[in-house]
């Protein structure tokens, strides 16, 4: 109990220096969001009005304690650019990023682990060979280069999907599975391929060690010693990279959302920094902050349940 809260203090103040530092980097940052706004409608007298209705006016420090005040209370403040509170507006478009995070994290695991067990288990033979010069060409394909592929085999000419015709999920749930489907693709096969890669290393390498061998000489069966032994140990460092992978596909999500059309964090990211939506932008890079001390901090709960020997 106490490592656990040990690790969540440390989560929170991680957070909440990232959020100074989100905060203060993009009040140093040249441009004026009042001035932006109002384009070339701008006069003295309305730029001066707009930056007191934004509470630009204000001294830095104060406007950092007024907002630190807000989400303690779980308000973000107001968009400059859409006029409405930032949570309401970052709301769905959190749910739709998520689910599609979910999903290729999902695929990830679902297709690599076998893969990797696989690759290990038939290491040398002329199927490892092949199956790994597919991963490396694989691996160096960035997801929204695999999207437009994959747009063009599977939507433009099988069909299989429609291009841009996205269904929200509260509308239809598993038709928007169905559309996700192959964005979630696109986001997880760069990661199927480092994730076999790291697996079938690890097994190999841990399958030489001397307690395999004492395994082996108790009479243990192989499958015996493969699961019981080999591959738990062989987990532990795969369960660290994908927690690193995740918070990584979080930020892989909102570049393929462009390619695939999909109204996530991703549309509106783009959308508020040509607008110098500041309080927009901090929210979101806030979240990605948060997903990724919480992605490490599930990690490490996990390594003691792979291998009660580890406690820090």
């Known amino acids: 109990m106490k490592y656990v809260l040990k690790k969540v203090t440390t989560m929170l103040i991680t957070l909440f220096v990232v959020s100074v530092l989100v905060f203060f980097s993009f009040s140093l940052i040249p441009g004026n969001p009042a001035l932006s706004k109002l384009g070339t409608e701008a006069t003295p007298e309305r730029l001066a009005a707009l930056e007191h209705e934004m509470g630009l006016d204000k001294p830095v420090v104060e406007r950092f304690g007024e907002w630190f005040v807000g989400v303690l209370k779980g308000d ?31 695929i990830c695991v679902v297709i690599s682990l076998p893969l990797g067990i696989f690759m290990a288990r038939k290491s040398d033979s002329k199927l490892d060979i092949a199956l790994s010069a597919v991963n490396q060409i694989i691996m160096s394909i960035p997801s929204f280069f695999s999207g437009i592929i994959l747009t063009l085999i599977f939507g433009i000419t099988l069909k299989l999907f429609t291009p841009g015709a996205y269904v929200p999920y509260h509308s ?20 199927i391929s480092m994730v076999s890669k790291l697996l079938k290393d690890t097994v190999i390498k841990e399958a030489g060690k001397e307690y395999v061998r004492t395994a082996y000489s108790r009479g243990n069966a192989t499958k015996a010693v493969f699961y019981r032994h080999v591959l738990g140990n062989a987990l532990i460092p795969v369960i660290t990279f ?28 783009l959308t508020s920094i040509s607008g110098r939506d500041y309080p927009v932008i901090e929210a979101i890079i806030r979240l990605l902050a948060f997903f990724v001390v919480l992605s490490n901090l599930i990690v490490d709960l996990l390594y003691h349940k792979f291998d009660p020997r580890i406690h820090v």
Do not use: H, W
């Not at 239809?172 to 990661?191: E, N």
């Open 76 to 106: 973000f403040g107001r968009s400059y650019s859409y006029n409405q509170s930032v949570t309401s507006l970052l709301k769905e478009k959190i749910a739709t990023t998520l689910i599609l995070s979910v999903m290729a994290i999902v």
């Open 172 to 191: 239809d749930f598993l038709k928007c599975i169905g559309y996700m489907f192959f964005p979630a693709l696109a986001i997880a096969l760069p990661k």
């Open 242 to 269: 994908l927690g690193m992978t995740f918070a990584d596909i979080i930020a892989g999500s909102i570049i393929v959302e462009q390619v695939f059309s999909v109204p996530g964090l991703g549309r509106i990211l």
